[in-house]
């Protein structure tokens, strides 16, 4: 399995950037697709973007435009560039690895890092 780490989150006034950060460590093959959700209270997680092995990448039409996800396969690290933030960008953003079975049965979470959006 995977040990996945977040960092990078903060506060910013909208219109601002952040970049963030999911360093994983473990089975490497399990982290072929790799993903950022986030989460308001009282909501559930929502997806934010995902990158595969050869980057190809998705996004929610909410972030399309706006965010960009990476990843350096060298460093087992995941990106998520965030500009032109706005308040309704704040929430918890977790990084997550997909299930892949039988041999990464189980989807992989970090605890997650907080991002803030000022108005």
């Known amino acids: 399995q995977v040990h996945l780490v977040e960092s990078g989150g903060g506060s910013t006034q909208a219109g601002g950037s952040l970049r963030l950060s999911c360093q994983a460590s473990?089975?490497?093959?399990?982290?072929?697709?790799m993903s950022w959700y986030r989460q308001v209270p009282g909501k559930n997680r929502m997806f934010v973007a995902n990158?595969?092995?050869?980057?190809?990448?998705d996004y929610a039409d909410s972030v399309k435009g706006r965010f960009t996800i990476s990843r350096d396969n060298a460093k087992n690290t995941l990106y998520l560039q965030m500009n032109s933030l706005k308040p309704e960008d704040t929430a918890m953003y977790f990084c997550?690895?997909?299930?892949?079975?039988?041999?990464?049965?189980?989807?992989?979470w970090g605890q997650g890092t907080q991002v803030t959006v000022s108005s």
């Open positions: 990158i595969g092995s050869a980057g190809n990448t």
């Open positions: 473990g089975d490497a093959y399990c982290t072929r697709v």
């Open positions: 997550k690895t997909e299930s892949m079975p039988p041999r990464c049965p189980l989807d992989n």
